[in-house]
């Protein structure tokens, strides 16, 4: 992304200082070429921005706006007009989810330079200098690694979400429900694309054929349990993972089909082989104390039943401890990477230094005490990359996932190429 930028930067800097014109801004072409594959969104900004123009020429009528006042009054107008796009057009036109704005204050910018140089000027140039940009950003390499690997976990995702038939955006609140959640979150979740992200971090955190990996998954986004599980299939691993019961919001916080439930109907299908090597309740201090007694009661007998160990530490640290006994299973070194999904309290911890962890590879981690530090801290300790799977807004625009598709996403062989030098960053 930040290869983009600087290019798109220099190359309009060079355009302005040549021809005294300005394509819609120093930084509008930068944004423009990662959409440059979806133009409808690259035409809902240019529309914005003539509107913006517009109304700008209506309202110079009555106010007294030039210099500071008119730059001021573009991106005022700007930022009201795509928060309007972006809140209302979905629900008075959901066919229309791709006619969307670039950034906030892109069509204030392109405005501006409507009024100082002429709108066909402005266009000309932003064409143009996309246009250059194009071809120079073509020819970056481009990361073609495990592309056949990419693709079958997105299939492996594609066809289990396809059994699962609709039931893994859960209630907004039910008897395991623990956190708060958005629905927008849960949606963009449900990607088959995600798995495919999945092998290229984890390959990116040296992972190969027949490795092991700890996966440590609370209820609250079970589309990334899928894709994580897709992706360790796709690429032969083995798995040891830890479900946690408890969920946010939109989750699989349904009493009926829990998290664990979604699990044991992976293994009973044949979708995957990796039995979990514990179950924890999650929720408040990793005991699930706020569930409903009734849903306890079945869960236990259902874990008890299959001689899988449920983890009830309240003490974080021993509850750590017990976590990475059963990952490691007494042989350190065994685990070359461990995957987080979700915001569960042990693999979390409780120090709020680890809300400011971005998403994605992570190698380093926020200092912590060590009766704050969860199973995150642990694995960096030891020198274990880890894949870090929470905030889902950040993980979409930092390659270039469609946010909350209300359809399911394609598959195809560039939806796979997550470079963070092309396409996979404007979405």
Known sequence: MYEIFLIALVVSLLFIAFTRIYPGGIIVPGYLILFVDQPLRLLGTLLASVVIWLLYRLASRWLILFGQRRFVFFILLSALISYAVSALLPQWYPEATEIRII???????????????????????????????????????????LVPEKMEAARIMDHTLDVMENRLIGPEWSGITTTLGDLESKRTSLNPNLAALMVHLLDKAGVRKGDTIALGSSGSFPGLLIASLSAARSMNLCVRPVISIGSSTYGANDPDFTIWDLYLELLNKHIIDYKPVAISWGGEDDTGSEFNPEIRTRIKASVDS?????????????????????????????????????????????????????????????????????????????????????NLKGLARKYGLPWNPLSRPEISKHSVQFTGKWKNLGS
């Open 103 to 145: 950034g906030w204050i892109i069509p204030g910018l392109i405005a501006n330079n409507f009024e100082k140089q002429g709108v066909w000027k402005t266009i000309a140039s932003m064409v143009g200098i996309v246009a250059v940009l194009f071809v120079v950003v073509s020819l970056l390499p481009r990361n073609n690694r």
């Open 306 to 390: 299959l001689g899988i160990p449920l983890i009830e530490e309240k003490n974080l640290v021993k509850n750590r401890a017990m976590r990475d006994s059963l990952y490691f299973q007494g042989r350190p070194g065994s685990i070359q990477a461990f995957i987080n999904t979700g915001g569960g309290y042990a693999n979390l911890g409780t120090s709020t230094s680890i809300l400011d962890l971005r998403p994605g590879l992570v190698k380093r981690v926020p200092r912590a005490g060590p009766e704050q530090q969860g199973m995150i801290h642990s694995m960096i300790s030891q020198g274990i990359p880890v894949i870090h799977l929470l």
